[in-house]
């Protein structure tokens, strides 16, 4: 899986760690400071717990994108692979205004352009939303083939 950060702030840039294996470009809760220590390096307060996503109200939430997101994906050999769980990787926190880019597998079901997007409990995808839904968290503003993979274009709105 790949992702493009297309408007995105540097400063929500987090270290996390999850429970379960997660695909770059899915998505996942955070609960939280994590206990980890790395080279016998503990580094409290330096990781954030990821899980997988729920569907409750006020939740935080963050995107996966791991460093290989800065290299131009037509020169990548191949996927970034999926980070397995307990591993330490990179991602940002969902803010307002942000936009990526993901492959459609991180999204579950169809969705169209104009579509709301909120957590779909017990995964790492987003998911269509109705109107009234009070946990959305994004919208797709563009749907396109890119580099041969079908692609959703999300804007943040929480």
Known sequence: MF???ITVDESKARSFVCDTNVENGGFVLVD?????????VILDGQVYKAKQLTDALGDMYAFVAPDNHRYDERTLSG???????GKTFRGYIIDKGQEIR?????INGAVAVGDLL????GTHQLTKAEASAVNVVGKVV????????DTTIIMFVH
């Open 3 to 5: 992702i493009e950060l």
């Open 32 to 40: 939280g400071l994590a206990t980890v220590s790395k080279n016998r």
């Open 79 to 85: 996927d970034v692979p999926v980070t397995n769980a």
């Open 102 to 106: 993901v492959e459609d597998a991180n």
């Open 118 to 121: 909120s957590p779909k409990a």
């Open 142 to 149: 563009k749907k396109e083939k890119w580099h041969g993979k």
